[in-house]
């Protein structure tokens, strides 16, 4: 934009005369910065500006006649945050889409690719909410690629990344991509700037992905989130608790909670599967909890652990065996299951505890074997 000092003077000035008292020192402090080309002063008192949802009427003809004309001297990132904030402005997602096109190629430039990768994402985020799948992923990909050449980069940056990465991957319905990206979006914020409705939204959508997912066993990052308190006071309280149920295959819990599954369609739909997922569970907390010498179980054994018949146990073992949960070995014909590891999760008070007792058993065992040797060897051992 051609830039004009009367032009722009004018415009501020005419800014301040019909703005509300509260904003003046503001604007005044604008028109200052400006004027003394301050730019990085500029920029800070643009974006408390900018911040505030009753500058919504004057943001979209500021940005295009104001900071347009200095674009190119300030923070590019923080130039596109600014341009984040006028988005909403706009009417409709397609005047939005033309917006952050014309944005994304401004700051395409070898000094500013954090800048390009931010303004990007917003593309491919409006690109999504127009349901153009396609050219959303090669935006995202491409955003991708650039980010895996930063040694560092704001963590603004990667938090909008993750948060419309995450975005596609629900809408495309692959749960397992979307449960990671959503959590290492959450990683990259402070849950507490979240509203209680954003908060209880993002835990209830990564509780269904974590469980119709049929990749993810181990809810480990989920449960020890603090976002999954979120959905305490709500309709769906019981779904923690559903999937503290899973994490200790607790089968009896399952079969109370199990009532509310029609209360969703997804897993009303996935009841079969969700229903396969609970023995596995129950089979990985029945080895979890025999001691590492005693984890030949027979088939019978594992059918009273995990409810499921006996013909079925051979297909569940299998099962564990092809997903890494359990690693040992099937003898079909003594219908013998031999496990020598488990895949590690996280524990609940109660699994704990039984750790806690196995700890102490394993204690006892080496007492007994430390006096068995000091009685058997006598004198050859020195005191």
């Known amino acids: 934009m051609s830039y004009d000092p009367e032009k722009t003077a004018q415009l501020l000035a005419d800014l ?19 004027d003394q080309k301050l730019w990085h002063q500029l920029t800070d008192v643009l974006v408390n500006f900018f911040s505030n949802p009753d500058t919504a009427p004057v943001r979209k003809g500021l940005f295009q006649k104001f900071i347009s004309t200095f674009a190119d001297k300030i923070n590019q990132l923080k130039y596109v945050y600014l ?7 706009y009417k409709n997602d397609e005047e939005r889409l033309k917006f952050f096109k014309d944005l994304t190629k401004k700051v395409d430039k070898p000094s500013s690719q954090d800048a390009y990768v ?19 992923r090669k935006d995202l990909d491409k955003a991708e690629s650039i980010l895996d ?12 990344f993750y948060r419309t990465n995450a975005r596609y991957y629900q809408a495309k319905l692959e749960f397992a991509a979307f449960y990671k990206n959503a959590l290492l979006y959450l990683a990259c914020i402070d849950p507490k700037t979240l509203s209680a409705e954003e908060a209880s939204s993002r ?4 509780s269904l992905a974590a469980l119709v997912s049929d990749t993810i066993y181990n809810f480990g990052e989920l449960l020890l989130h603090p976002i999954l308190d979120s959905l305490s006071n709500t309709e769906h309280s019981w779904l923690p608790r559903l999937l503290f149920a899973y994490n200790r295959g ?15 369609p997804l897993l009303q739909e996935h009841k079969a599967f969700l229903r396969q997922k609970i023995s596995l569970s129950a089979l990985t907390e029945a080895v979890f909890r025999r001691s590492p010498h005693d984890r030949a179980m027979t088939f019978d054994t594992i059918a009273k652990e995990t409810q499921v ?51 102490k058993e394993w204690d006892s065992s080496v007492n ?3 006096h068995w040797i000091e009685g058997v060897g006598k004198d050859v051992w020195a005191a």
């Open 16 to 34: 301040r005369s019909n703005a509300p008292e509260e904003f003046q020192q503001t604007l005044i402090d604008i028109e200052d910065n400006w």
């Open 83 to 89: 341009g984040l904030l006028v988005a909403p402005d």
């Open 118 to 136: 931010y303004s990007l994402v917003a593309l491919a985020d409006v690109k999504l909410r127009l349901e153009d799948y396609e050219d959303a």
């Open 149 to 160: 050449t930063f040694d560092s980069v704001e963590t603004e940056v990667h938090a909008a």
């Open 203 to 206: 835990a209830y959508d990564l």
């Open 250 to 264: 607790d089968l009896a819990a399952y079969s109370v909670l199990e009532a509310n599954l029609h209360r969703v």
């Open 309 to 359: 018949e006996p013909q079925q146990i051979e297909i569940l073992i299998m099962k564990a065996l092809s997903l890494g949960l359990l690693r040992g070995s099937i003898d079909q014909v003594a219908e013998v299951a031999r496990i020598n590891w488990v895949q590690p999760k996280v524990l609940d008070m109660k699994q704990v505890d039984n750790m806690r007792g196995r700890l």
């Open 368 to 370: 007994q074997l430390g």
